[in-house]
């Protein structure tokens, strides 16, 4: 029975890697839409909620109910509709599918104090992500649907900040 405990732990380990290589190949230059569910514990407290993600070779557009975050590559553009705020920060383009740790930056957290987990599924899917901090604040991540497609325009993950008019905060960290 150990063996074969052991053979499990080691094919689930194996298959992870694999998954996350397999994955990263599969969709390389083309268009990941995913649903994602969240959740957060942070001090006793748990937060949930949801939102949409478009992927493209490190470029990505995110949005929930409260806000959005276009990423073209050379900006990271935070818009809240209801706030009429918008930042601009430089991106340095760094693919989270690639080093995780660039998505405890993009939630707003230290990457040096998260630990970062990406889960894949059996077929090699990406299926979510585990953070923990140091201080015992988790989010789960999870991939409610996904699908692939072809190529995006640039244009997808951009947003123009010279189209809002003067009742917009904008915020330029570049």
Do not use: C, H
């Not at 298959?15 to 994955?23: C, L, N, R, T, W």
């Amino acid at each position: 029975m150990p063996v074969l405990a052991f053979a499990l732990m080691t094919f689930s380990a194996s298959a992870q890697e694999d998954g996350g290589s397999q994955f990263r190949r599969r969709i390389e230059g083309k268009r990941v839409d995913m649903t994602l569910a969240w959740s957060a514990k942070v001090s006793g407290k748990t937060y949930a909620g949801d939102g949409r993600l478009s992927w493209n070779d490190g470029r990505f557009v995110f949005s929930n109910d409260e806000v959005q975050i276009y990423n073209d590559g050379r900006s990271l553009t935070s818009v809240s509709q209801a706030g009429r705020e918008v930042v601009v920060q430089p991106s340095d383009n760094t693919d989270f599918l690639s080093e995780p740790a660039v998505l405890a930056s993009l939630l707003g957290l230290d990457p040096a104090k998260a630990g970062i987990v990406m889960r894949y599924s059996g077929n090699g899917d990406l299926s979510g992500a585990d953070i923990t901090l140091k201080n015992g604040t988790s989010v789960s991540v999870n991939v409610v649907s996904m699908t692939v497609g072809g190529p995006s325009d640039d244009g997808d993950f951009a947003f123009d900040v010279d189209s809002l008019d003067s009742s917009w905060v904008v915020t330029d960290l570049r």
